[in-house]
């Protein structure tokens, strides 16, 4: 079943999945979801850990602008993609490097930024000998199965 926004192009307030107050508890599960990553790489920075992340897409820049995380706290992030090495991530400015790097520096920590990915990143990198941290949102699937 398509809710009427999707069908209309109009606000849907009809059903539960799109109301206030969902839309509300969702955008706070989110916000407490982002303070406790943010939490967890600051703790971990704060030990005098170093810390890469992995994968620089746009939903590694959201997650990262979200929770307010940057080059204080992320060292470098890797990408396989030529187009981004020797850039910086939107708005963050942290480096961006080569995928061989995180086996080369062995930082304390790796950030999988794109948490569908972090099983492929583990079996590329056999050679890491860090922790993975793979930051993973809460997911419910409601309506018609």
Aim: charged share 20%; aromatic share 6%.
């Amino acid at each position: 079943m398509t809710p009427p926004a999707l069908a209309t192009g109009a606000p849907c307030h009809s059903c539960e999945t799109c109301s206030k107050s969902a839309l509300s508890r969702w955008q706070s599960r989110e916000d407490s979801s982002a303070r406790a990553f943010a939490a967890t790489l600051r703790a971990l920075k704060s030990q005098g850990k170093t810390i890469a992340g992995y994968g620089c897409s746009a939903k590694s820049t959201t997650l990262l602008h979200v929770a307010g995380i940057g080059r204080e706290t992320i060292d470098f992030i890797c990408d396989s993609n030529p187009l981004k090495i020797g850039k910086f991530s939107p708005g963050k400015h942290i480096p961006i490097v080569h995928p061989d790097e995180l086996e080369k520096r062995q930082p304390d920590v790796c950030v999988s930024l794109s948490g569908n990915f972090t099983d492929a990143f583990v079996a590329r990198h056999p050679g890491y000998r860090g922790e993975w941290i793979s930051p993973v949102l809460d997911v419910e699937l409601r309506g018609e199965q």
